[in-house]
């Protein structure tokens, strides 16, 4: 293969050329010379999904040093809702480099995490008096969620659901379900984790939402017992796990319960947060308000933060020193998160998410009554899912869904993978895309189903 002459892009953001251009394989000779100096420097444990060496990326593309341009439909996993160096952010960002970049929140306070913190107690749900605290990782929050909440009620243990995710941090290890690559050989886990059966409608026999929280509830009281819980903790829309939307009424029956027996509700919002949806946060679709609402992903434009969010009365009983962080709230993912929420609110990103949602859902239907490998298309906003299946059992197909993202992959489009079963391909668009490169990246994926 040919090196390919082709300048190295350093500028990225929305005015790169948007379009799907292949000039070398993938992966091309530079990135294959990057690949290869991480397969030497870089530990094993951390993988790769696409074999290609990133040089920049904004809208809705994703560059690399061979000169690619490849339609970015994940987000870096649901993170760049405003897309990548979103001009506010880029601004917002370079300004506070220039000030300061970091003093310590809990040393010397700055008003950039104050301000997150006051945004976030208005955007979530609910209108009772909220506080919020900031840390680094999605993982990091929920450590510090379950942490509240026992504090809180004086209780230990916390319920987790199949096929939650939920970090990969050694407590947050214990709550998420799947083994491979999440868990095995890592324990031993953290104790007082217990996981209670989903609603999860294409497998689960067609229970209504309002039965399968009572099968869940029944396994909670049998298995654990509301005196000695501390909270149950739930993706509103599970990510990792499947892009599993549960029933309706589901959520509200488990909120009711928690509420009724002293049990905090947790959601794990960290994938479904922040416009994602169609919606600041999933748990709006269903109308519950959550005790503790965990944040990360997609707050700040790719900067690292995270958040738990909540109650007063909740968040305010730990005491001083007892949360916190040397980097939590870090000053520059401060500045990020405010740039990036003004961004979602003056671009009308929440409308986008739904109209993305809306192209999403009617070309993967469309695809799956044409073909009854795909045996379910779910999700909301632009966070969409299909899930493969061999037809005539309905058994999970693995092996198609890597091949079909394979295919996405050589073909300039990345797509992401999840579910327990490893049979799901999830769709996790920037909101800035635009509607011709979402199109032709579903064409792609396609013409991959087609092919397999
Ligand atoms: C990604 C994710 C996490 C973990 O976030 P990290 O920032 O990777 O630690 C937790 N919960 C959910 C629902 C997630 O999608």
New binding site residues.
């Given amino acids: 293969m040919t090196l390919v002459d082709t300048p190295v892009i350093t500028a990225g953001g929305p005015s790169l050329t948007q379009e799907r251009r292949l000039v070398t394989a993938i992966p091309g000779p530079r990135s294959q010379e990057l690949l290869a100096r991480k397969a030497e420097a870089v530990a094993s444990g951390v993988g790769h999904t696409l074999p290609i060496s990133v040089v920049a990326a904004g809208g809705g593309v994703i560059v690399d040093a061979d000169g690619n341009s490849l339609i970015d439909l994940g987000s870096g996993?649901a993170v760049t809702g405003v897309g990548n160096s979103a001009p506010r952010v880029v601004e917002a960002v370079t300004a506070q480099l220039h000030s300061f970049t970091h003093t310590c929140f809990t040393v010397s306070p700055y008003e950039g995490y104050v301000a997150v913190a006051e945004k976030l107690n208005e955007l979530t749900p609910g209108d009772h008096v909220k506080r919020s605290a900031l840390f680094n990782?999605?993982?990091?929050a929920?450590e510090n969620a379950v942490k509240i909440a026992r504090h809180f009620t004086k209780k230990q243990a916390v319920v987790a659901f199949d096929h939650a995710?939920?970090?990969?941090t050694n407590l947050?290890m214990g709550l998420t379900a799947k083994n491979i690559p999440y868990k095995s050989g890592f324990g031993p886990f953290a104790s007082e984790v217990y996981r209670a059966p989903l609603s999860y409608p294409f497998r689960d026999g067609g229970l209504s939402g309002a039965e399968a929280a009572v099968r869940a509830i029944s396994v909670i009281e049998k298995q654990v017992g509301a005196e000695n819980l501390a909270a149950i903790i739930i993706?509103p829309i599970q990510?990792?796990g499947g892009f599993i939307v549960p029933a309706a009424g589901f959520l509200p029956a488990i909120v009711e319960w928690c509420r009724a027996n002293d049990v905090v509700f947790i959601a794990?919002e960290?994938?479904t947060g922040f416009a994602r949806t169609g919606a600041w946060f999933a748990s709006e679709h269903e109308g519950i308000v959550p005790d503790l609402v965990v944040t990360?992903?997609g707050i700040a434009g790719g900067l690292p933060l995270?958040a738990v969010t909540g109650r007063a009365e909740i968040m305010d009983s730990a005491m001083a020193g007892g949360l916190g962080g040397t980097y939590g709230g870090n000053p520059l993912a401060c500045a990020a998160a405010l740039a990036t929420i003004e961004t979602y609110e003056d671009d009308g990103l929440i409308d986008r998410a739904r109209e993305i949602g809306a192209v999403l859902i009617g070309r993967l239907n469309a695809l799956r009554t044409a073909d009854p490998r795909v045996g379910d298309v779910r999700g909301r906003g632009a966070m969409v899912a299909m899930e493969l299946v061999d037809p005539a059992s309905g058994a999970p197909d693995a092996a198609l869904t890597s091949a079909v993202a394979a295919y996405a992959h050589s073909n300039g489009v990345v797509v992401l993978t999840c579910g327990t079963y490893g049979n799901v391909i999830r769709f996790l668009p920037p909101l800035t895309i635009s509607d011709e490169l979402l199109i032709d990246g579903l064409s792609v994926v396609a013409e991959g189903l087609k092919h397999a």
């Fill in positions: 996993i990782s999605g993982a990091e929920v995710y939920h970090g990969r947050t993706e990510g990792e794990d960290v994938q990360a992903k995270s």
